[in-house]
């Protein structure tokens, strides 16, 4: 039953409510999905968890209205990307100011990663921290998962043109960001 397609595992989710077929499908995308929530949340591994096992729930309950017009990954990391700005949403409605305390630190570690040992892989997740979150889902989508532009605009829900815009504002302040980064001072 592994080797079924995402469409037979979803039809039968669908017409039989088969929860195997489902455990099967979340097998399949929990582990990339959770990277990229990592990635997005700041390496926040419980909130991450939470936003992954929150985004399943609700693609539990959506799968009949899944059209099958965007590819199954798609239509998920739009269910994700939705619980995870809700989720900031309802902490910054919570927390006046605390996106900006946040924001302070995180380019604070930005700057201190700079002059440290650390390599590049460490240097550009805390620069992807500094990103706005719609920039940093964009780059994200674009770099990690290698979607395409259009398959980014699908599951941001915004027009292609602002995908583009996101990825290259993302990209221009990671360039600047990383400027002074050097393979020889981390060696």
Request: with cysteine; net charge negative; hydrophobic share 40%.
């Amino acid at each position: 039953m592994s080797l079924a397609t995402d469409q037979a595992l979803i039809e039968r989710v669908v017409t039989t409510n088969c929860h195997d077929s489902f455990g099967i499908l979340v097998e399949r995308y929990q582990s990339d999905l959770r990277y990229s929530l990592r990635q997005m949340t700041g390496w926040n591994e419980a909130l991450a968890d939470d936003l992954a096992q929150e985004t399943f729930i609700q693609v539990f309950k959506s799968l009949k209205s899944y059209q099958g017009t965007a590819k199954f990954s798609s239509w998920l990391y739009r269910i994700a990307y939705n619980q995870m700005v809700s989720h900031f949403r309802l902490a910054r409605n919570r927390e006046v100011g605390a996106s900006e305390a946040l924001l302070a630190s995180q380019l604070e570690q930005v700057d201190s990663s700079s002059t440290s040992e650390l390599d590049l892989h460490r240097d550009l997740a805390e620069a992807m921290k500094a990103l706005p979150t719609n920039q940093r889902m964009a780059i994200h989508l674009h770099l990690h998962r290698q979607l395409t532009h259009a398959e980014i605009s699908t599951i941001m829900g915004i027009p292609l043109g602002t995908a583009k815009t996101l990825i290259n504002r993302g990209k221009n302040t990671l360039r600047d960001l990383l400027s002074s980064w050097s393979p020889e001072d981390n060696l």
